[in-house]
């Protein structure tokens, strides 16, 4: 949404997100008069356009909420349905639109503020599910941050497939996949290669869909970790892996953050790993050097010749 039009509040903000992550993104007649001021605003910003018409509505006359077929009616002057106490009954036609919503205008307000290239649009990886943004620039880092869009990663059937295509594109560098999902709900989500940031966390403002890029590349960049109990807390940009809790050790070569990005990914899995698919080097103790070795020594070992950690 570019700043020319119009502007949304909030409501409006919240209520998308809520759209995406629906079955099928749309948004009924019915279901906008229960907030008319946000859906009215989504309209006027292009966001949700016009898609089809209910076959069915509730009644107005009765007083249930039992749907209700729809016909032609001369008398009615327009769509009705017939009910046994007052016959024919108009239904007006703004009850009947289904609006979807523009995913292409979506995805613009979101990468509105980040640097990507402007000739490259957003294209799909998974129908209606996942999309490939670009690459972007955040803060002072040296290359661009590969970007992903994905709703509703609450749904298993979503994560295996989100997972599986980022399996089948897999990227040297840290990817981020945006989602319209809640935080509360991406707990235990995990991407092969990428750090899920919820949209709501990294909005520039309430009011807006667009990404603050300070606050992206501040969350990219990791805080402290949590006091959750895990075993190993590595963070989004994987520079630094915290053990049990203890000091975090610092990784800085692109080959150190792959390779602890893979082993720790393994834990997670239950699975240990040949020293092929770690590192060029045959041994990880020249990968990592000396000084960082010894601190992760205590907690890696080889297991008939795959190597893991043992916590």
């Given at each position: 949404m570019s700043e020319g039009q119009p502007p949304l509040d909030a409501e409006a903000v919240d209520l998308l997100l809520e759209i995406l992550e629906l079955r099928e993104p749309?948004?009924?007649?019915?279901?906008?008069?229960?907030?008319?001021?946000?859906?009215?605003?989504?309209?006027?910003?292009?966001?949700?356009v016009p898609h089809d018409h209910e076959a069915v509505s509730a009644s107005l006359a009765d007083h249930e909420?039992?749907?209700?077929?729809?016909?032609?009616?001369?008398?009615?002057?327009?769509?009705?349905?017939?009910?046994?106490?007052?016959?024919p009954v108009a239904v007006p036609r703004e009850r009947l639109v289904r609006h979807r919503v523009d995913i292409d205008a979506v995805l613009?307000?979101?990468?509105?503020?980040?640097d990507r290239p402007s000739?490259?649009?957003a294209f799909p990886l998974v129908d209606g599910l996942l999309w490939e943004l670009g690459d972007v620039r955040l803060g002072r880092r040296p290359a661009r941050v590969?970007?992903?869009?994905?709703?509703?990663?609450?749904?298993?059937?979503?994560?295996?497939?989100?997972?599986?295509?980022?399996?089948?594109?897999?990227?040297n560098r840290l990817r981020v996949v945006l989602t319209s999902t809640r935080p509360a709900r991406l707990t235990d989500v995990t991407i092969p290669g990428a750090v899920v940031v919820a949209l709501r966390d990294v909005l520039d403002a309430p009011e807006r869909l667009a990404v603050s890029p300070d606050i992206l590349d501040a969350r990219l960049r990791g805080a402290p970790a949590d006091e959750d109990g895990r075993p190993l807390v590595l963070s989004p940009d994987g520079r630094q892996l915290r053990i049990h809790?203890?000091?975090?050790?610092?990784?800085?070569?692109?080959?150190?953050?792959a390779a602890i990005r893979k082993l720790v990914e393994a834990f997670h899995r239950g699975?240990?790993?040949?020293?092929?698919?770690?590192?060029?080097?045959?041994?990880l103790a020249r990968l990592f050097g000396g000084k960082r070795w010894a601190l992760l020594r205590p907690h890696i070992n080889a297991v008939n010749h795959l190597w893991g950690f043992e916590l």
């Amino acid at each position: 949404m570019s700043e020319g039009q119009p502007p949304l509040d909030a409501e409006a903000v919240d209520l998308l997100l809520e759209i995406l992550e629906l079955r099928e993104p749309l948004l009924s007649g019915a279901a906008a008069e229960l907030g008319p001021r946000a859906a009215a605003l989504l309209k006027a910003a292009g966001l949700l356009v016009p898609h089809d018409h209910e076959a069915v509505s509730a009644s107005l006359a009765d007083h249930e909420d039992t749907p209700v077929s729809l016909i032609w009616s001369e008398a009615a002057g327009g769509v009705a349905y017939f009910s046994p106490a007052v016959g024919p009954v108009a239904v007006p036609r703004e009850r009947l639109v289904r609006h979807r919503v523009d995913i292409d205008a979506v995805l613009n307000a979101v990468a509105e503020k980040l640097d990507r290239p402007s000739s490259r649009p957003a294209f799909p990886l998974v129908d209606g599910l996942l999309w490939e943004l670009g690459d972007v620039r955040l803060g002072r880092r040296p290359a661009r941050v590969p970007l992903w869009f994905a709703r509703r990663l609450g749904d298993p059937a979503v994560r295996r497939q989100v997972a599986d295509a980022a399996r089948a594109r897999p990227h040297n560098r840290l990817r981020v996949v945006l989602t319209s999902t809640r935080p509360a709900r991406l707990t235990d989500v995990t991407i092969p290669g990428a750090v899920v940031v919820a949209l709501r966390d990294v909005l520039d403002a309430p009011e807006r869909l667009a990404v603050s890029p300070d606050i992206l590349d501040a969350r990219l960049r990791g805080a402290p970790a949590d006091e959750d109990g895990r075993p190993l807390v590595l963070s989004p940009d994987g520079r630094q892996l915290r053990i049990h809790g203890h000091p975090p050790i610092a990784f800085k070569s692109d080959a150190q953050i792959a390779a602890i990005r893979k082993l720790v990914e393994a834990f997670h899995r239950g699975e240990r790993l040949p020293i092929g698919e770690l590192t060029d080097h045959g041994s990880l103790a020249r990968l990592f050097g000396g000084k960082r070795w010894a601190l992760l020594r205590p907690h890696i070992n080889a297991v008939n010749h795959l190597w893991g950690f043992e916590l």
